[in-house]
Nanobody, 123 residues
Framework: QLQAFGGGLVQPGGSLRLSCVAS????????IGWFRQAPGKEREGVSC????????YIARAVQGRFTISRDTGKNTVYLQMTRLKPEDTAVYYC??????????????????WGKGTKVTVSS
């Protein structure tokens, strides 16, 4: 089970931190990350990382503004979002590949998906 929270309304240029807690995982080896879906658009990857090393993916659109981090002991992944833009408005989902295949997770084939948390960037 994945629970994501931290979304909300923020002005352009502002910051938010999203959190996702993964429960029920049977291994400490997994890939976890964030995706988003804006109204009328397809879901896209934002950033993903691995539970055992620092390998990660990050979308070019958010590079330099968003940072993914994790607390493996808490099975929690964070997405620190800074310099937010209106085009970052979306529902943000966290997902897990329980086998630890980061590339498969980045391709969108995660085993588990959270319900999402809405981020609105508007003045």
């Amino acid at each position: 089970q994945l629970q994501a929270f931290g979304g909300g309304l923020v002005q352009p240029g502002g910051s938010l931190r999203l959190s996702c807690v993964a429960s029920g995982l049977t291994s400490d080896t997994y890939a976890i990350g964030w995706f988003r879906q804006a109204p009328g658009k397809e879901r896209e990857g934002v950033s993903c990382t691995h539970s055992r090393d620092d390998s990660s993916y990050i979308a070019r659109a958010v590079q330099g503004r968003f940072t993914i981090s994790r607390d493996t002991g808490k099975n929690t992944v964070y997405l620190q979002m800074t310099r937010l833009k209106p085009e970052d408005t979306a529902v943000y989902y966290c997902a897990v590949d329980r086998r630890g295949f980061l590339h498969k997770l980045w391709a969108g084939t995660g085993h588990y998906w959270g319900k999402g948390t809405k981020v609105t960037v508007s003045s």
